[in-house]
């Protein structure tokens, strides 16, 4: 279980958020959200261990994600507001690198089958920084089929995708939950991912 506990966020001289809590337990979705500004990125750079809270304490499996630090970052896969792909590599180069620096063994194969399920199949070697923005996000995504983390940290993963992508990323993220894992995200859309009822957690100051 992931668990935040009387959480606090300070930027600058605002507090964005203060007495927050929440759980996540296995197959659950929990939504985040807040209006541009209200401290939805922050969170989740605290869930990743980017970010010390204000105040509050942040637990996996009991444990304060710091002292579990091992544990929880193999347990844990970050998709971040701006995805992190090398432009100079191939959509195919930049999942095989990404999950190599993770430690992560990946085959040709593997990655060929992830891209494809994103609908990536016909521009596996281009270099990145041909593709769309669109389906650079989706070589991001990806790498969320690869990592096989029990815990999904999700900053607007449905941002810049077209109907069908749209489709795809939440059946993605739906048969992620109903394999007992799961998912945190933010997102200004709205969210319909079959069989699935996610919590909502606002972030008000
Ligand atoms: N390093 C920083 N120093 C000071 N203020 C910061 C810093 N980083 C972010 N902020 C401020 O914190 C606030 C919240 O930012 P954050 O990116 O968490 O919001 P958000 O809810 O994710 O917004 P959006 O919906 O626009 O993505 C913003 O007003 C931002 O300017």
């Avoid at 197959?27 to 969170?43: D, I, M, P, R, Y």
Wanted: proline letters at 4%; aromatic letters at 4%.
């Amino acid at each position: 279980m992931l668990e935040g506990k009387d959480l606090a966020c300070v930027r600058g001289e605002r507090t964005l958020f203060s007495h927050l809590n929440f759980t996540l337990n296995e197959g659950e979705l929990l939504l985040v959200q807040g209006a541009n500004g209200s401290g939805k990125t922050s969170l989740l750079r605290m869930l990743c261990g980017l970010l010390t809270p204000e105040f509050g304490e942040i637990l996996w499996r009991g444990e304060e994600i710091g002292a579990a630090r091992e544990t929880y970052h193999a347990e844990m896969a970050y998709f971040g507001h701006a995805p992190a792909v090398k432009e100079d590599l191939s959509a195919s180069e930049n999942l095989d690198f990404s999950c190599r620096l993770a430690g992560i063994p990946v085959d040709g194969d593997e990655v060929k089958g992830a891209l494809g399920h994103l609908g990536l199949g016909h521009c596996l070697n281009l270099p990145t920084k041909s593709l769309s923005q669109g389906q650079r996000r989706r070589v991001a995504l990806a790498r969320l089929m690869l990592v096989k983390a029990k815990l999904w940290i999700l900053d607007e993963p449905l941002t810049a995708l077209d109907q069908a992508a749209l489709q795809l990323v939440q059946n993605l993220i739906g048969e992620h939950l109903r394999q007992g894992g799961m998912a945190l995200m933010t997102t200004h859309q709205p969210v319909m991912i079959t069989g699935i009822v996610p919590k909502t957690l606002p972030l008000t100051p």
